[in-house]
């Protein structure tokens, strides 16, 4: 596609993203939290800000597993049990998971790196341009999620991820937490503790859970910030995107890698 | 040459009612498998978190290409003037129909929340060519039965070439839309290539004329109908051309994403060492698929045989399941490239450690639901025949049309 082109579409997504905010402003009842302050839960969700997570791969520590532990808690992954019947290893492969940790070697120096990966919160979600019903959907301050009411389970979304960054309900929930909706047959992926910002909560359950334990690799914050403490990183580290090639402007970034 | 005639299949009642059946078993079957995957969730299925799309899916996009293909015929006849193809149009427009519903069956069926079916008719992504595809479909369905109409009325004969024509545009919409799920999917590397599209209207084509073959031969057969070796002659060529096809862009797509550096990795997995997708790659879609049949639609003894045209038929079908599943499962077993030059030593979700392909096992299942889809495709087609006018009385060489249409005998003559 032409350069021009190329800008017309991008203007063609924020004229759709503006519209889907505004229709997510509409019905979902949120909170603008912006430098921490709160706003009652029925204001609209703030396009001003736009939530990231900046990952600095050194401090990542091998065999660490804090912030995937912390985000089965918080949003009760962990309640999720193999159904009666089912291998462990195809269990494995059927079980969601929101955040893996992932050890890497370069094949050229030998060197090895370990981080946390999760869904990137494109700025342009391949997910939520194929998915056919509009419930895999981006928020206006930057959280990409799913709708679970109007998730029909057709996986295209997954098939579309470039990070495999999604999940599919493979068997029937007996228990879940009431701030975070999930159901069988449906897809769901990490949404940034959305119902923390919509509590006007800081941070996330990972970096939270990762700055405990004293590594402080994960960094949650305000992109469109330029005072926050992840915009200061990003000023001053190095940085990348994972798959940088494809242009989706990710919300997370990686120092170290 | 005399007028067509057109008969109900005239079957005794027991055997007619043996085979509906047996296809009414195959249905039933798949119904019962979507109520075990409905009730338990998905993990009696093979599928997974990696491999997300299976058996169901390649049955599915098996029959809607197909239905588009055995279309063809009928544009044959009417939109490119080849009035020897004329008496088979109401068949081909009949399968087509009876195709697209069996695949659409799968595929809906197969959906994590299938009761929401509601929610994909009425809340439309416009960017999403999923929601695209509803619309072609259902667009499809209309359009062929105004085909059909047009074909089988009297009324309707100044209407068949500008319905054959749009139904023709339609079907490669629809066939390139089938393919465009598969070509969006950038960050997939087997998917990044151009020749994804042609190649999907090539696979439509042959495999949409194998089923119509065999699905002819068989309800000739019953009823003791002729097939002259003019007609077979036709149709056997018409499937080796197709076939020809197939091969070529399968070796254009390979070659190309061979030479593309980014995609050696999948290439030489999947061409030496996938294991059970590089046995179903070089036997399946290249031998079976492929090879053996044109050698036997070529070959001139054999290739006037309707036996061994219904072989190649057998093979060409089995050939392109196998070629779907390459398409679409080997593609997701093959781990996404996520850190080029760095090799995976550990991973909490599969990422391919140290290269290795996510695992899928297809189970009864899924097979049963694939097979629930052919069920219904060929029942909607047994009743077809059976109440109205679809078959021919004889496709025997002398009540034939002629070949090719020239300007001596215009097209309202010839019919
Ligand atoms: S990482 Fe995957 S799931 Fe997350 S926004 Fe991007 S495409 Fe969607
Ligand atoms: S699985 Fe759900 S969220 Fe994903 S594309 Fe399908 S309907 Fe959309």
């Known amino acids: ?257 | 040459m005399k007028r067509i005639v057109y008969r109900e299949w005239r079957l005794a009642p027991a055997r007619y009612w043996g085979i509906l059946g047996v296809l009414a078993v195959m249905v039933g079957a798949g119904l019962l498998a979507f109520a075990y995957m409905e009730h338990e969730g998905h993990w009696v299925t093979g599928m997974n978190n990696s491999v997300v799309w299976g058996t169901p899916h390649v049955f599915a996009v098996f029959l809607i290409i197909a239905s588009s293909g055995a279309l063809n015929i009928a544009s044959i006849g009417s939109v490119f003037r080849k009035p020897i193809y004329k008496p088979l149009g109401r068949l081909s427009g009949l399968l087509a129909l009876a195709l697209l519903a069996g695949g659409l069956m799968v595929l809906v069926l197969d959906l994590g929340r299938p009761e929401r079916l509601v929610v994909a008719l009425t809340n439309y992504n416009f960017k999403s060519i999923f929601a695209w595809n509803i619309f072609l479909y259902t667009g499809f369905m209309a359009i062929v039965i105004t085909y059909l109409w047009s074909m089988a009325d009297r009324k309707g004969d100044p209407f068949i070439r500008p319905v054959g024509v749009f139904a023709l545009l339609w079907r490669l919409a629809l066939t390139t839309g089938t393919g465009s799920i598969f070509g969006f999917l950038v960050a997939r590397q087997a998917y990044d290539a151009a020749i994804l599209g042609p190649m999907f209207v090539a696979m439509s084509f042959a495999y949409g004329l194998a089923v119509f073959v065999l699905v002819l031969m068989f309800g000739f057969a019953e009823d003791r109908r002729p097939i002259g070796a003019r007609m077979l002659r036709r149709l056997k060529n018409l499937l080796a051309v197709f076939v020809l096809a197939v091969l070529y862009f399968t070796l254009v797509y390979h070659l190309t994403s061979a030479y593309g550096a980014k995609d050696q990795g999948l290439e030489g997995w999947l061409l030496f060492d996938g294991g059970v997708y590089t046995t179903l790659f070089w036997v399946g879609w290249i031998l079976l698929g492929s090879l053996v049949p044109l050698g036997i639609l070529y070959h001139p003894v054999r290739g006037a045989e309707a036996p061994w045209v219904a072989a190649a038929c057998v093979l060409v079908i089995l050939g392109g399941l196998a070629a779907l599943a390459v398409v679409i499962i080997a593609s997701q077993a093959y781990p996404l490239q996520l850190f080029p030059g760095k090799t995976i030593l550990e991973s909490g979700f599969l990422d391919g450690v140290g290269g290795q392909p996510a695992p899928y096992h297809p189970t009864l299942p899924e097979l049963l639901l694939g097979f629930g889809g052919v069920g219904l495709a060929l029942l909607i087609t047994a009743v077809g025949v059976r109440v109205l006018q679809f078959l021919p009385e004889s496709l025997a060489d002398e009540v034939l049309p002629i070949d090719e249409e020239t300007i001596e005998q215009p097209v309202a003559k010839a019919a």
Request: with cysteine; proline share 6%.
């Open chain 1, 1 to 257: 596609m032409s350069e021009r082109g190329t800008e017309i579409d991008r203007e063609r997504r924020r004229l759709l993203g503006a519209a889907a905010g505004a229709g997510v402003a509409l019905v979902a009842p949120a909170v603008v939290v912006r430098a921490l302050e709160t706003t009652p839960r029925d204001a609209p969700v703030d396009g001003r800000v736009r939530w990231g997570l900046a990952i600095d791969t050194a401090k990542c520590a091998a065999g660490c597993t804090a912030c995937v532990d912390a985000c089965a808690r918080e949003n009760g992954l962990d309640l999720q049990h193999p159904p009666e019947g089912a291998e462990p290893a195809d269990w494995a492969t059927q079980r969601a998971v929101w955040v893996r940790k992932v050890r890497l070697r370069d094949d050229q120096t030998g060197r090895e790196t370990n981080l946390p990966l999760m869904c990137q919160h494109c700025e342009h979600p391949p997910c939520v341009d194929v998915c056919p019903t509009g419930a895999s959907f981006k928020r206006a301050d930057g959280i990409v999620m799913v709708d679970r009411h109007t998730c029909i389970g057709c996986r295209y979304c997954m098939m579309a991820c470039p990070y495999k960054a999604r999940s599919f309900i493979h068997e029937a929930l007996s228990d879940q937490l009431s701030h975070v909706p999930r159901g069988k047959g449906c897809v769901e992926s990490c949404n940034l503790c959305v119902h923390r910002r919509d509590f006007g909560l800081p941070s996330t359950a990972c970096a939270e859970a990762c700055a405990e334990t004293g590594h402080g690799a994960i960094l949650f914050g305000d992109l469109a910030d330029p005072d926050s403490a992840i915009s200061r990183f990003l000023a001053s580290e190095p940085t990348r995107q994972i798959r940088e090639d494809l242009a989706l402007n990710t919300g997370v970034r990686y120092a170290g890698v």
